[in-house]
């Protein structure tokens, strides 16, 4: 059974406001990701770690941040949200096996 | 450009009939591939995979077939179940060991099973 967590479920704010979403596992996985998903759009990575002090951009440019300070922390931060980071964001995090991944429930970001 | 496309936004299917959903690539340097189910308000959950080594896996009611001449792989469910109606993503990477980090995704597909 996998287990990570994301907090926020659900995020309304408004612009310009700066806003971190938390994402934890409790499987000591060292691969971590984000992804982020419009509605019937496919998943796009947008940062990724290999452990900590490791992060990576993904394939989809965003202005959010990440860090990896602890294996099992990954949070996401944007200094100043915009309308335009409306969306649907996803952790994951994956052990040594190829390309399973494991996913959070998703924290969904209106930004108003 | 889209690398995975799953050209079926939608497919509806009779209880225990056959669910057939279908996912084509472009790039050659794809060699594994998975397939997820989501449910509304959760996140995607791992149902099956399949290395462009074989053509075909089995788990259960799921089958994975890979033609990679094609490269066009498909998910079938036999027999379809109302707890299956989920959107299913396809998703490919190019390494199936473990520098598998960047999973490509499909737009997905989603799968109504009409009791």
């Known amino acids: 059974e996998a287990d990570i967590y994301q907090t926020p479920r659900y995020l309304v704010i408004g612009t310009g406001k700066k806003i971190t979403l938390e994402c934890s596992q409790t499987?000591?996985?060292?691969?971590m990701y984000w992804y982020q998903q419009d509605p019937g759009m496919e998943l796009h990575l947008i940062h990724y770690s290999y452990g900590v002090n490791s992060t990576e951009k993904g394939d989809l440019s965003s202005e959010s941040t990440v860090s990896r300070i602890r294996t099992e922390h990954f949070p996401l931060t944007l200094e100043s949200a915009r309308p335009s980071h409306t969306s649907q964001y996803l952790c994951?995090?994956?052990?040594?096996?190829?390309?399973?991944?494991?996913f959070g429930e998703g924290s969904r970001l209106t930004v108003l | 450009d889209q690398q995975v496309k799953q050209n079926s936004p939608s497919l509806s299917v009779q209880e225990g009939r056959i669910s057939i959903l279908n996912c084509d690539y472009t790039n050659s340097m794809f060699d594994y591939f998975l397939w997820y189910k989501k449910y509304p308000a959760e996140g995607p959950t791992f149902l099956i995979s399949i290395s462009s080594i074989k053509d075909k896996n089995e788990d259960g009611r799921f089958t994975v077939f890979l033609n990679k001449s094609a490269k066009h792989l498909s998910l079938h469910i036999v027999p379809s179940q109302p707890g299956d109606s989920a959107v299913y993503f396809c998703?490919?990477?190019?390494?199936?060991?473990?520098?598998?980090?960047?999973?490509?995704f499909g737009k997905g597909t989603k799968l109504s099973v009409i009791p």
């Open positions: 499987m000591g996985h060292d691969k």
């Open positions: 998703a490919a990477t190019p390494d199936s060991g473990a520098g598998s980090y960047q999973l490509t």
């Open positions: 994951a995090s994956s052990g040594n096996g190829p390309g399973e991944l494991f």
